[in-house]
């Protein structure tokens, strides 16, 4: 097979795959259609017979098969394992090199004495005396990529803010909000939860302290929204989106992210009856087109004509 020709097949077998909802069952059919229809499983035990394999050549034929994608997936993996070592240590550099040119800058120059005269101590005003404070360093810069997005399940297909992180799949969408160790009762945070907006706030001494607000970019379902509070640790709020499409963004104002990057796949759970019948007939026609049967339209056309 050529490079690149398997992708052929892509759609039939996301079809089946969503079908069956789990790769076990998605290996029990492509493995139950070689059973049944080849002979794969079949063993050549007499010099006469002309179809099967020899003892052990069927499994052996999977686990090269097995083992030549898994060699693939380990090349990505270390591929992708460098590309984020360089990616760090470059920004580790750049972060060296800012919190150099932060420093402090002692001047040494000095009025040499004459042979006679005392060396005299310049007063220095106050704070002059660098040299014992710390330059403060800055809190690490939260991720900024898709890709990097993605490897955190609190922020996939969404995004990490500076005050939450949220993450979406087809119909809904998931919030986290950080609160202080101390809010560990509902009654300490305070939600306002819109179609069109959302406020967030924790009650404290001197008042309500607002800790993500604004109005969203879709409109969502109230009824089929709620949120929880995990106990000195973050706001949990998920939201059911009003239409099914994928938002670039939560908030009004917010940078959006690019959605041909987030993973557009969705679970059977989001699919209605309609798309079912859609995906059983696709997988219908599949098995129809391997063992050379007619398809549903070839067969929609022969009863139309009849016999």
């Known amino acids: 097979m050529e490079p690149g020709a398997a992708e052929l097949y892509d759609q039939a077998l996301l079809g089946i795959l969503q079908h069956v909802g789990n790769v076990q069952d998605f290996l029990r059919v ?10 794969f499983y079949r063993l050549l035990r007499h010099p006469s017979d ?26 990505d993996d270390d591929k992708r394992r460098k590309e984020l070592e360089e990616k760090t240590r470059r920004e580790d550099e750049a972060a060296a090199e800012q919190e150099l040119a932060a420093g402090p800058t002692v001047h040494t120059d000095a009025v040499p004495a004459g042979p006679e005269q005392p060396v005299r101590e310049e007063a220095e005003p106050p704070g002059a005396d660098m040299g014992s404070v710390e330059v403060p360093r800055e809190p690490p810069a939260p991720p900024k990529g898709q890709e990097q997005f993605q490897r955190n399940p609190d922020s996939y297909n969404g995004a990490v803010r500076e005050n939450y992180t949220w993450s979406q799949d087809y119909t809904d969408l998931e919030l986290k909000v950080p609160v202080p160790e101390h809010v560990v009762k509902g009654r300490q945070v305070s939600v306002a939860l819109g179609s069109s907006s959302i406020r967030v706030a924790v009650l404290e001494e001197n008042g309500e302290r607002v800790l993500m607000e604004g109005k969203f970019t879709h409109k969502v379902n109230t009824e089929g929204s709620v949120w929880s509070l995990e106990p000195g640790k973050c706001i949990l709020v998920s939201l059911n989106k009003a239409g099914e499409y994928w938002w670039s963004a939560v908030l009004e104002g917010e940078e959006p992210i ?20 859609v995906l059983d007939r696709l997988t219908f026609d599949y098995h129809q087109k391997l063992q050379g049967k007619p398809q549903s339209h070839e067969l ?8």
């Not at 492509?30 to 002979?39: A, C, E, I, S």
């Not at 394999?53 to 083992?67: D, E, K, N, S």
């Not at 959605?259 to 796949?265: A, G, L, P, S, T």
């Open 258 to 277: 690019d959605i041909d990057q987030i993973n557009k796949e969705r679970s059977m759970a989001t699919v209605d009856e309609e798309e079912h019948a």
């Open 30 to 39: 492509l493995f139950g259609f070689l059973y049944r229809k080849t002979d």
């Open 300 to 307: 929609t056309r022969q009863q139309q004509i009849g016999p």
């Open 50 to 75: 002309r179809m099967g394999f020899p003892p052990g050549a069927a499994q052996a034929l999977v686990l090269q098969v097995f083992r030549t994608f898994d060699h693939m997936a380990r090349q």
